[in-house]
């Protein structure tokens, strides 16, 4: 399977990667079918420091949709988390895990 998808994230222009940086998360949604997310837990042992990173990821997306879509960056941000909010709330959805944790 290929890495690359028709839609991905171009990385120019943005920091240097080295061979210290690792990839903890990528997240890919498909119209009509749900999303797809891939977490690298071997790479960052703490999942408490997973949290400070989502929380870091969900200030970074505020910027984001309120740059491209002409959005208040605070209303934006009090989107972001009530749909996270909302989301955890609910585990009565099953997620179908396709390859369990491991450190291979």
């Keep these: 399977m290929t890495s690359k998808g028709p839609h991905e994230i ?3 222009n943005g920091d240097t990667l080295t061979e210290d940086s690792a990839e903890i998360a990528r997240i890919w949604i498909t119209d009509g079918a749900g999303s797809s997310v891939w977490i690298a837990a071997n790479c960052l042992e703490d999942p408490y420091m997973f949290g400070c ?15 491209t879509w002409s ?8 989107a972001i988390v009530n749909g996270v909010s909302d989301e955890l ?14 450190l291979n």
């Design 71 to 78: 959005l208040d960056e605070a209303e934006a941000l009090q």
């Design 89 to 102: 709330r609910d585990q009565f959805t099953a997620i179908e895990t396709i390859q369990q944790g491991s």
């Design 53 to 67: 990173l989502m929380a870091d990821t969900v200030r970074h997306a505020a910027v984001a949709y309120a740059g």
């Design 10 to 12: 171009k990385l120019e």
